[in-house]
């Protein structure tokens, strides 16, 4: 029996010491000997959660199982300091005494008001991620930098995996997601993840305000972050965008204890000013390199043309802004033209006064001392501190804008009034986000907590994303299914095959079940052998070739699972070549040619690969791309191996040849120039061959496509202008004019649906993804070759047909921009294209 004293040790923040003496007790309660313990407690800035470290006058020779007892209410006390997170407005008081926490007032007065509580330092430090408390008024740190790109991870010190909530649901990487074409998922995959981030706040683990999603265009396939992104077009990042900002900051949460986002339906909550949390849109803006030879991400100057912002990299941030409604944005370490993204007003200015943007802008963590460290874009600290604030940037991740805003404002650089618009954003967010309203444990998310995480909805979603993701490349002879009613052996072969770190990718977090191909398979096949062939994914040596053959030639069937890791692509990394790493594709090429069968190819990592090798050796039947497939992507690949699956996904991003490699990476321009043997970039305007195009996807069955209704012909009223075209591909009947969408008043009248009906052809149900391009008369220089305008997901029954609709706005669909940057519409004869059905509509005016 013990008698425990406990008392709380004053010490420097961030450390609290809680000292605890036992006192081990006869049966009479008489008190013998003494023995101090002293926790020492590191405190999370983020929300007091805290670590313990035991230190024990008690010698462990003394510990009993009684002590053992001990220990675990020491973790239970410390787990309780890591329980609740801390908030301002905690006291009943403070609801009188400071406007900021009146909960009846509206956001900007009660913005308003704090600000003008702060004294000139409270307020210069609140311009860093990890912002200072505020003591006087009751407002505790706080840290704005949380990560959940495609679920919750462990970059940045806004998240903690030590304490009640040891894991969370690692969903596909987004690349791999976004190759599903499926809207609906993409939102309840941001819904999943925004129940276990709350969550895990609720149990002083997480912030609120998480920076993702990464929604740059996937430009070049040897940027190393590509694999974040939902690839190379902008009408399918835009989507994703939208879709994923509004599941994650509470579009479709549906309340209540327990909640958990499964396929069964959701409530959607009605558009208000609040934020279950806040989605941050990155990175701003045309940001896609991070080292090439000499050229660094911190130091880049991204040349771009008007034209390409305007069509290719600012439509995703628009999208994400106006109709994803997001609460942050943050601005990118390269320059654009000469400006640092984050010291550009005029980019900045854009988003709020033409955008409508109502948010935080951040800087991507120290992007603001590299305005004068390395891209010498001022003259002196201070100017660079003045630039980026004046500028419109909010907030600093880092400690530059800390340490030095005082001396700019000293110097007259930037006034006080300059960093009060700051705060007024950021606390704008914080009230919106609930954290002035009082303990957010009884708040309308309270409830949520460990019960929550990794539940069996998230991870039958994290499958079902893995499922619809992977894409099949190549199935001769339909070679694809096995046939899991036969008795057969078989063989997983390659360094990634029974590799776990395969299955995140880049800001990945500690996922809850994780299964590898090999640990998958067997679940299918007891008995499947498994060799790594290569000891790593770089590969520099053929050692473990021979066991990798062995193994080829005493089973049935092998598969072999190689490609990338962040080895070979991650943030700070860029590829310089499209082929496999090292000896990689020789071990394809060795297991080949000594299987019994004709091969499985499964090809991992984010980024495209040349792969031709294999495309055309007739000993590799199937090829299968599972990306960075997440915890369930062991799963999701064998029940498309032995047929329980029929693949959907389909390519985000082309696949080129390794002479690509050739074009130098630095070089921004979208539009292919044969003056300078420039061939262009992605599908919209690359003109060389490829190894698998956009779009690419097989299914085990087959589709046909009907576009059974839509209009023959568009004239618009036009009491305006009508534009001749200097630069026209001279073409019989192609109407030698266009018009400027700014003076177009009636686009949304223009809107027509159209009509298509897919039919299965095959002998096996599916999910098909139906994609409509739009192709635009050949009449004006910069024209892209084709642009995606629609698409639906769809499932089919074998011989049967489906139909499906997709909206066409015209404004937006049929048009592209100028030289200027203005959108346009060619006036002629368009063609809209789903498969090998095309139909064309003529634009006139009247």
Same mark, same amino acid.
């Given at each position: 029996? $013990? /008698? #425990?004293? %406990?008392? *709380?040790?004053? +010490?420097? !923040?961030?450390?609290?010491?809680?000292?605890?003496?036992?006192? =081990?007790?006869?049966?009479?309660?008489?008190?013998?000997?003494?023995?101090?313990?002293?926790?020492?407690?590191?405190?999370?800035?983020?929300?007091?959660?805290?670590?313990?470290?035991?230190?024990?006058?008690?010698?462990?020779?003394?510990?009993?199982?009684?002590?053992?007892? $001990? /220990? #675990?209410? %020491?973790? *239970?006390?410390? +787990?309780? !300091?890591?329980?609740?997170?801390?908030?301002?407005?905690?006291? =009943?008081?403070?609801?009188?005494?400071?406007?900021?926490?009146?909960?009846?007032?509206?956001?900007?007065?009660?913005?308003?008001?704090?600000?003008?509580?702060?004294?000139?330092?409270?307020?210069?430090?609140?311009?860093?991620?990890?912002?200072?408390?505020?003591?006087?008024?009751?407002?505790?740190?706080?840290?704005?930098?949380?990560?959940?790109?495609?679920?919750?991870?462990?970059?940045?010190?806004?998240?903690?995996?030590?304490?009640?909530?040891?894991?969370?649901?690692?969903?596909?990487?987004?690349?791999?997601?976004?190759?599903?074409?499926?809207?609906?998922?993409?939102?309840?995959?941001?819904?999943?993840?925004?129940?276990?981030?709350?969550?895990?706040?609720?149990?002083?683990?997480?912030?609120?305000?998480?920076?993702?999603?990464?929604?740059?265009?996937?430009?070049?396939?040897?940027?190393?972050?590509?694999?974040?992104?939902?690839?190379?077009?902008?009408?399918?990042?835009?989507?994703?965008?939208?879709?994923?900002?509004?599941?994650?900051?509470?579009?479709?949460?549906?309340?209540?204890?327990?909640?958990?986002?499964?396929?069964?339906?959701?409530?959607?909550?009605?558009?208000?000013?609040?934020?279950?949390?806040?989605?941050?849109?990155?990175?701003?803006?045309?940001?896609?390199?991070?080292?090439?030879?000499?050229?660094?991400?911190?130091?880049?100057?991204?040349?771009?043309?008007?034209?390409?912002?305007?069509?290719?990299?600012?439509?995703?941030?628009?999208?994400?802004?106006?109709?994803?409604?997001?609460?942050?944005?943050?601005?990118?370490?390269?320059?654009?033209?000469?400006?640092?993204?984050?010291?550009?007003?005029?980019?900045?200015?854009?988003?709020?006064?033409?955008?409508?943007?109502?948010?935080?802008?951040?800087?991507?963590?120290?992007?603001?001392?590299?305005?004068?460290?390395?891209?010498?874009?001022?003259?002196?600290?201070?100017?660079?501190?003045?630039?980026?604030?004046?500028?419109?940037?909010?907030?600093?991740?880092?400690?530059?804008?800390?340490?030095?805003?005082?001396?700019?404002?000293?110097?007259?650089?930037?006034?006080?009034?300059?960093?009060?618009?700051?705060?007024?954003?950021?606390?704008?967010?914080?009230?919106?986000?609930?954290?002035?309203?009082?303990?957010?444990?009884?708040?309308?998310?309270?409830?949520?907590?460990?019960?929550?995480?990794?539940?069996?909805?998230?991870?039958?979603?994290?499958?079902?994303?893995?499922?619809?993701?992977?894409?099949?490349?190549?199935?001769?002879?339909?070679?694809?299914?096995?046939?899991?009613?036969?008795?057969?052996?078989?063989?997983?072969?390659?360094?990634?095959?029974?590799?776990?770190?395969?299955?995140?990718?880049?800001?990945?977090?500690?996922?809850?079940?994780?299964?590898?191909?090999?640990?998958?398979?067997?679940?299918?096949?007891?008995?499947?052998?498994?060799?790594?062939?290569?000891?790593?994914?770089?590969?520099?040596?053929?050692?473990?070739?021979?066991?990798?053959?062995?193994?080829?030639?005493?089973?049935?069937?092998?598969?072999?699972?190689?490609?990338?890791?962040?080895?070979?692509?991650?943030?700070?990394?860029?590829?310089?070549?499209?082929?496999?790493?090292?000896?990689?594709?020789?071990?394809?090429?060795?297991?080949?040619?000594?299987?019994?069968?004709?091969?499985?190819?499964?090809?991992?990592?984010?980024?495209?690969?040349?792969?031709?090798?294999?495309?055309?050796?007739?000993?590799?039947?199937?090829?299968?791309?599972?990306?960075?497939?997440?915890?369930?992507?062991?799963?999701?690949?064998?029940?498309?191996?032995?047929?329980?699956?029929?693949?959907?996904?389909?390519?985000?991003?082309?696949?080129?040849?390794?002479?690509?490699?050739?074009?130098?990476?630095?070089?921004?321009?979208?539009?292919?120039?044969?003056?300078?043997?420039?061939?262009?970039?992605?599908?919209?305007?690359?003109?060389?061959?490829?190894?698998?195009?956009?779009?690419?996807?097989?299914?085990?069955?087959?589709?046909?496509?009907?576009?059974?209704?839509?209009?023959?012909?568009?004239?618009?009223?036009?009491?305006?202008?009508?534009?001749?075209?200097?630069?026209?591909?001279?073409?019989?009947?192609?109407?030698?004019?266009?018009?400027?969408?700014?003076?177009?008043?009636?686009?949304?009248?223009?809107?027509?649906?159209?009509?298509?009906?897919?039919?299965?052809?095959?002998?096996?149900?599916?999910?098909?993804?139906?994609?409509?391009?739009?192709?635009?008369?050949?009449?004006?220089?910069?024209?892209?070759?084709?642009?995606?305008?629609?698409?639906?997901?769809?499932?089919?029954?074998?011989?049967?047909?489906?139909?499906?609709?997709?909206?066409?706005?015209?404004?937006?669909?049929?048009?592209?921009?100028?030289?200027?940057?203005?959108?346009?519409?060619?006036?002629?004869?368009?063609?809209?294209?789903?498969?090998?059905?095309?139909?064309?509509?003529?634009?006139?005016?009247?």
């Amino acid at each position: 029996m $013990f /008698l #425990l004293a %406990l008392s *709380f040790v004053p +010490s420097p !923040s961030p450390c609290v010491l809680l000292q605890l003496v036992l006192y =081990p007790c006869t049966k009479q309660f008489k008190v013998s000997n003494p023995s101090k313990i002293v926790i020492y407690i590191s405190k999370n800035m983020q929300s007091g959660s805290a670590t313990g470290l035991l230190s024990s006058e008690m010698s462990p020779n003394n510990w009993r199982p009684s002590s053992s007892l $001990f /220990l #675990l209410l %020491l973790q *239970f006390i410390i +787990s309780s !300091s890591n329980s609740h997170p801390q908030f301002p407005c905690s006291q =009943p008081h403070h609801n009188t005494l400071y406007p900021f926490c009146n909960t009846s007032l509206p956001t900007s007065t009660r913005a308003q008001s704090l600000v003008s509580l702060l004294t000139l330092n409270e307020k210069i430090q609140q311009l860093s991620n990890s912002a200072s408390g505020i003591p006087r008024l009751g407002i505790p740190p706080y840290e704005w930098w949380s990560e959940s790109l495609h679920g919750i991870a462990t970059n940045g010190p806004g998240v903690s995996f030590n304490g009640s909530i040891a894991s969370a649901t690692s969903f596909p990487q987004v690349i791999v997601t976004a190759a599903a074409f499926n809207r609906t998922l993409w939102n309840l995959i941001g819904s999943a993840i925004a129940v276990e981030a709350r969550a895990m706040y609720n149990f002083g683990q997480a912030g609120l305000t998480f920076w993702a999603p990464n929604i740059n265009i996937f430009r070049d396939p040897r940027w190393g972050r590509g694999q974040e992104t939902p690839g190379e077009d902008p009408m399918v990042a835009s989507a994703y965008a939208v879709e994923f900002v509004k599941g994650f900051q509470g579009g479709s949460w549906g309340g209540g204890s327990g909640v958990r986002n499964g396929f069964g339906g959701r409530r959607v909550l009605e558009e208000s000013d609040g934020l279950m949390l806040s989605a941050c849109c990155k990175h701003f803006t045309a940001y896609d390199l991070e080292m090439w030879g000499k050229y660094s991400r911190y130091s880049f100057n991204a040349v771009v043309s008007e034209q390409d912002l305007e069509d290719t990299y600012q439509p995703p941030f628009r999208s994400c802004i106006q109709q994803g409604k997001a609460s942050c944005l943050m601005c990118s370490y390269n320059a654009v033209n000469g400006v640092p993204a984050c010291a550009d007003k005029d980019l900045l200015d854009k988003v709020r006064e033409e955008w409508g943007f109502k948010g935080y802008i951040t800087s991507d963590c120290d992007a603001v001392a590299t305005v004068f460290e390395y891209q010498n874009y001022t003259k002196t600290i201070e100017d660079a501190v003045a630039d980026v604030l004046k500028a419109g940037t909010d907030i600093n991740c880092g400690t530059y804008l800390v340490r030095n805003t005082l001396s700019t404002i000293k110097q007259g650089k930037v006034q006080e009034e300059d960093i009060d618009r700051a705060l007024l954003n950021l606390f704008s967010v914080q009230l919106r986000l609930g954290l002035f309203d009082g303990d957010p444990i009884k708040g309308q998310y309270g409830r949520l907590g460990p019960q929550d995480v990794c539940t069996s909805e998230h991870k039958n979603l994290a499958l079902e994303a893995a499922r619809q993701g992977i894409v099949l490349l190549k199935n001769d002879k339909k070679f694809l299914p096995l046939n899991k009613g036969v008795d057969f052996s078989l063989a997983v072969i390659g360094p990634l095959a029974n590799n776990a770190s395969l299955l995140g990718g880049g800001y990945t977090g500690i996922p809850c079940n994780p299964k590898t191909p090999f640990e998958g398979l067997q679940e299918y096949r007891k008995g499947t052998s498994y060799t790594a062939g290569c000891h790593d994914v770089p590969c520099d040596s053929d050692t473990g070739f021979k066991e990798a053959i062995h193994a080829a030639k005493e089973a049935d069937f092998s598969v072999i699972v190689v490609g990338l890791d962040a080895s070979q692509e991650r943030e700070d990394h860029d590829r310089v070549s499209l082929l496999l790493p090292g000896k990689q594709m020789a071990l394809v090429s060795s297991v080949a040619a000594a299987s019994k069968n004709p091969v499985i190819l499964v090809l991992a990592g984010g980024g495209p690969l040349d792969v031709s090798f294999a495309k055309k050796d007739p000993r590799i039947a199937s090829i299968l791309y599972i990306g960075y497939p997440g915890e369930t992507g062991g799963r999701a690949l064998s029940e498309i191996i032995f047929g329980d699956f029929n693949p959907s996904g389909r390519l985000t991003m082309t696949w080129y040849f390794e002479s690509f490699t050739n074009i130098p990476m630095n070089d921004m321009n979208m539009r292919a120039d044969p003056s300078r043997g420039y061939p262009g970039r992605t599908y919209r305007f690359y003109t060389g061959n490829r190894v698998y195009g956009f779009g690419h996807g097989l299914s085990y069955t087959n589709f046909t496509y009907n576009i059974v209704s839509a209009p023959t012909k568009l004239s618009i009223q036009t009491p305006f202008k009508v534009y001749s075209i200097k630069n026209v591909l001279h073409q019989a009947g192609d109407a030698n004019g266009y018009l400027r969408l700014d003076e177009v008043s009636s686009c949304d009248s223009l809107r027509f649906s159209v009509e298509i009906v897919v039919m299965n052809v095959g002998d096996m149900d599916g999910s098909h993804t139906v994609m409509l391009y739009s192709r635009v008369p050949e009449i004006m220089k910069g024209a892209p070759k084709q642009q995606l305008i629609g698409f639906n997901q769809v499932h089919t029954i074998s011989s049967k047909s489906t139909p499906t609709s997709i909206l066409v706005d015209p404004c937006t669909h049929l048009s592209f921009a100028n030289d200027y940057g203005e959108r346009v519409m060619p006036l002629g004869d368009h063609m809209l294209m789903v498969g090998d059905a095309t139909h064309s509509i003529t634009v006139e005016t009247n």
